[in-house]
C-alpha cells in the first residue's frame, strides 16, 4: 500500500476544507455601473464581503526587499491592499487565500539570508502581511519559481490556483504595472491546459505608485509599454496552450531556458535598476 499516495490525498483533502468559501457566490458583472473585471482599492476591499469575494488574492512582487518583511514601498501597499480585502471577507465569514509571488527579478542580484539561502520577493510580502496585519500564516501561499510577469501568472495558474481548483481569482499591483499584467494574466489563465479549468473572469486591483521617483516611474512605464507591445501581445496571439507556454519559457525565455544561460542580461539604465529595490 502506497502510504505517500494516501499522506498526499489527505493533506489534499484537508487544504480543500480549509480553503473552501462556503457561502454560495453568484457572479456578477458590474459595482455600480463600473466593470468588475477593474476594481479600486476601496471598490475591492467593499466587494470583499459581498458575494463577489474572491478564493484567492494574487499579489505581485516588483523588487528585491531590503530584509525579509521589508519588500519595496510600491510592493507593501499591494499587500496592504490584499490584506484588507482579507480582513473584510474574514469579517463578513468568508475564506479568503492570499498568494504572493515571485522568487526574484532579472534586474537585480537576490538579497541572501544569514544561511545565503535567497530570500524570494514573495516571502518578504507574505512575512509583511503576517508582521503588520497578524493573519494566519496558513492563509497565505507563496510561489517561488517566477522571475518576471509571464513566469507569475504561468507558476501561479499551474502550480496553486489550478491545483487548488480555485475559480474567483483576484490580482493586485501597482498602477504602473496594470496594463502589462492584466493582458498577461488574461492570456495565461484563457490557456488550454491537459486538464479542463475554467475561471472566471478575473477581478484587477490596481494600487497607487507609491515608493518610486518620478524618473523611476517614467522609465518603469516607458518599460511596461515596449515590452507589452514587443513581447506580450504577439506572443498571447501565437501561444494558446499552457504547454506552448511551457515550451516557450523553457526554450525562449532568458531566465527560465538554458540557452538563457548564454544570454547576456538586458541593459538597463540605473534609475530603472534601483527601481527594483527596496530603498
Request: aromatic share 8%; glycine share 6%.
Amino acid at each position: 500500500f502506497n502510504f505517500g499516495l494516501l499522506g498526499g490525498a489527505v493533506l489534499t483533502w484537508a487544504m480543500s476544507k480549509r480553503w473552501t468559501i462556503y457561502e454560495e457566490q453568484l457572479p456578477c458583472t458590474e459595482i455600480e455601473g463600473k466593470s468588475a473585471e477593474n476594481l479600486s482599492e476601496k471598490e475591492a476591499i467593499k466587494a470583499a464581503s459581498t458575494s463577489l469575494c474572491p478564493e484567492a488574492v494574487v499579489v505581485l512582487g516588483g523588487g528585491r526587499p531590503a530584509k525579509l518583511s521589508d519588500p519595496p514601498a510600491f510592493v507593501k501597499n499591494r499587500c496592504d491592499v490584499a490584506a484588507r480585502i482579507y480582513q473584510e471577507a474574514r469579517e463578513s465569514g468568508r475564506r479568503v487565500v492570499i498568494v504572493t509571488l515571485s522568487a526574484g527579478s532579472a534586474h537585480t542580484p537576490q538579497l541572501l539570508n544569514e544561511g545565503g539561502r535567497p530570500v524570494w520577493e514573495s516571502a518578504a510580502s507574505a512575512a509583511y502581511i503576517v508582521k503588520k496585519y497578524g493573519i494566519d500564516p496558513c492563509d497565505i501561499v507563496m510561489e517561488t519559481t517566477s522571475y518576471d510577469t509571464i513566469g507569475n501568472a504561468y507558476f501561479a495558474r499551474t502550480q496553486i490556483c489550478d491545483p487548488m481548483g480555485w475559480k474567483r481569482v483576484w490580482v493586485v499591483t501597482s498602477e504602473f504595472h496594470m496594463p502589462r499584467t492584466q493582458a498577461i494574466f488574461d492570456w495565461i489563465f484563457s490557456c488550454k491546459g491537459l486538464f479542463h479549468h475554467s475561471y472566471d473572469p478575473i477581478r484587477y486591483v490596481a494600487t497607487a505608485n507609491v515608493g518610486l521617483t518620478d524618473n523611476a516611474l517614467k522609465a518603469r512605464k516607458e518599460k511596461e509599454a515596449m515590452s507589452l507591445a514587443k513581447h506580450v501581445k504577439p506572443r498571447a496571439k501565437e501561444i494558446t496552450t499552457l504547454r506552448g507556454v511551457l515550451i516557450f519559457l523553457t526554450t525562449d525565455h532568458g531566465m527560465y531556458s538554458v540557452k538563457g544561460l548564454k544570454q547576456a542580461p538586458e541593459k538597463v539604465s540605473e534609475e530603472l535598476k534601483n527601481s527594483y529595490r527596496a530603498s
